[in-house]
């Protein structure tokens, strides 16, 4: 079978890998369905932060009534306006994700050329009918970019926009923040101005991120912002979205932040009495050094999912556990857990399992 692709969409694309947004479908969510945590990310990759009343941040299955199903999507970010805002000025409602900086670096990007561009495109659905604005923040330069478009009440939209680069850009080949891209359903004045000049790079400013918001979506209760099919690419024209395997998408997520939990006898050395150690590969080279958290309870594995404990010739109870983020103890493919027995049944030089039930997760956050 031939596939046959219309000339005007061969040039000045690239083909293969095209988006560089990661899970831009939506599907991968390690961490939770839902939050109401400002600054934090249900769907992988994705983070929502707001302020001024609560916002509700979930992922959603789409049914074939939904126009983005008819093109392979079966996942969405929903945003919630759970409860309203009061502070018209202060209030703000953000989705978004920052691009590790080597990936638009080496992207084929001529960033700081007005004749090259990278293109963005996305589905989105309001409840609110009105004028909404996207923007990009290079933190290399400290420059900003803004656009918007325009939504009808209730209805998916397919908004296509391409980026020109600017002198001013600068994107380091680095593992660091090379561009933040947010859809807003609401911006309060404090972050906007009626002179905020549109499809241009400039210094940003937090003052004037983009221009004034005719509609206030923070402060209509009840109203709700979904996207899904976000992708961004190099060159002036938009492609299909690249639909990738669930497999590869969770391994690019994964760089960015990974879970342990469902351990069923792993080795662990005891170097003094009641303190016992290990090192685990991680699934995937993490960005950078990650910080670990441990969710779960501490008890000997027998009466919980949730528990995590120390197997010698019966369970030893855990007391807490250590989990390094710096080298050599921990880097980025490598990270050590410490854990207290509470039993001084575990003498020095002993062998021991560890034991972690399916609901017990050690957490690696390396996110931008």
Not at 160 to 170: E, F
């Amino acid at each position: 079978m031939t596939t046959k692709i219309p000339p005007e969409l061969v040039d000045d694309q690239v083909f293969g890998r095209r988006n560089l947004i990661i899970n831009g479908d939506m599907r991968v969510y390690q961490r939770n369905s839902s939050t109401t945590t400002s600054n934090t990310f249900v769907v992988d990759r994705f983070k929502t932060d707001y302020l001024g009343g609560t916002l509700t941040t979930t992922r959603e299955s789409l049914s074939s009534s939904d126009t983005p199903y008819t093109h392979g999507f079966r996942n969405s970010v929903k945003l919630t306006n759970t409860s309203a805002g009061s502070t018209a000025a202060s209030d703000f409602r953000r989705l978004g994700q920052t691009i590790e900086a080597q990936d638009l670096a080496n992207s084929g990007w001529n960033y700081t050329s007005a004749t090259s561009f990278i293109t963005l495109s996305f589905w989105v659905k309001s409840s609110l009918a009105g004028t909404y604005s996207g923007d990009l923040y290079n933190e290399d330069g400290n420059q900003g970019y803004h656009f918007d478009f325009t939504l009808s009440a209730n209805t998916w939209t397919k908004v296509t926009h391409s980026i020109k680069g600017g002198s001013g850009v600068v994107i380091n080949n680095d593992t660091g923040n090379g561009m933040m891209i947010r859809v807003m359903p609401y911006l309060g004045t404090n972050y906007t101005t009626s002179g905020a000049t549109a499809e241009t790079w400039a210094t940003y400013s937090s003052a004037y991120i983009t221009g004034d918001y005719a509609q206030n979506w923070a402060s209509t209760a009840s109203a709700t912002f979904e996207v899904t099919g976000v992708q961004l690419e190099v060159g002036d024209t938009a492609t299909p979205f690249e639909h990738r395997s669930y497999a590869e998408e969770l391994t690019l997520c994964k760089r960015y932040y990974q879970q342990i939990s469902s351990l069923y006898g792993h080795p662990c050395w005891c170097w003094a009495t009641n303190t016992c150690g290990t090192s685990m590969p991680l699934d995937v080279e993490m960005r950078t050094n990650p910080t670990g958290t441990y969710s779960g309870a501490y008890g000997n594995l027998q009466s919980a999912t949730n528990e995590l404990g120390i197997y010698r010739t019966s369970f030893v109870t855990v007391n807490s556990v250590t989990i390094a983020s710096s080298a050599p103890s921990s880097n980025t493919r490598l990270i050590r857990l410490t854990f207290a027995l509470a039993s001084s049944s575990v003498a020095t030089n002993d062998a021991v399992g560890l034991y972690m039930g399916v609901d017990s997760i050690i957490k690696l956050d390396a996110e931008l």
